[in-house]
């Protein structure tokens, strides 16, 4: 029995023009508007899901913002909150020891996730043995599966494996938005 192929369609938007294909590999990721940015990340057993970008507040139109550098950062149970010197906060949630979710609000306040369980289905996999330790320039979150670099001066992350030297992905620069636009610059693996 031969099954079907499937082709992919290009939806055409209502001005009648077809959009240009999306580039899969790239050092940016774009979302336009004010809207969600959300990556998901399946590698070697490692994932992470749910919105990185959640702008309530976008900078005005025209203009580029970012959060700045770290001031802070505080712990409950599995959620860690950073302060940044523009007001924007950043929240990383441990779901389980290879599982989190990491939020980036430019005006520092967070509401309910927009994407609901679109994204991810389970959230709540029950306490998970986090370790927190200030590294100097990071601060290092840590599972018996990943490490978590919250980068401080500017704000950046970075996901490494659990000996914390194998790099899993990393921005090499800060998220920025402006009224319209999201975008995360992120390093370009070897085998992309």
Do not use: C
Not at 88 to 114: C, E, M, N
Request: charged residues 20%; glycine residues 10%; aromatic residues 6%.
């Amino acid at each position: 029995m031969r099954l079907p192929s499937i082709r992919r369609s290009r939806r055409v938007p209502l001005s009648g023009r077809p959009r240009p294909p999306r580039r899969r590999a790239g050092r940016r990721l774009r979302a336009p508007g004010a809207a969600l940015l959300a990556a998901a990340l399946t590698v070697a057993g490692l994932a992470a899901a749910g919105p990185l970008v959640a702008p309530a507040t976008a900078a005005p139109s025209g203009a580029t913002a970012t959060a700045g550098d770290v001031t802070g950062l505080t712990r409950s149970g599995n959620t860690f909150t950073v302060t940044a010197s523009s007001g924007a906060k950043a929240r990383v949630v441990v779901a389980r020891a290879d599982i989190f979710r990491l939020w980036l609000s430019p005006d520092g306040t967070f509401t309910d996730d927009p994407a609901g369980s679109d994204l991810a289905v389970t959230t709540d996999f029950g306490s998970v043995p986090v370790n927190h330790t200030d590294a100097g320039a990071y601060h290092r979150i840590s599972t018996g599966s990943l490490s978590i670099r919250v980068h401080k001066s500017p704000l950046r992350f970075s996901v490494y494996r659990a000996d914390d030297t194998t790099p899993v992905w990393q921005e090499t620069q800060p998220t920025s938005w402006t009224g319209g636009r999201t975008t995360q610059y992120l390093a370009r693996g070897a085998d992309e």
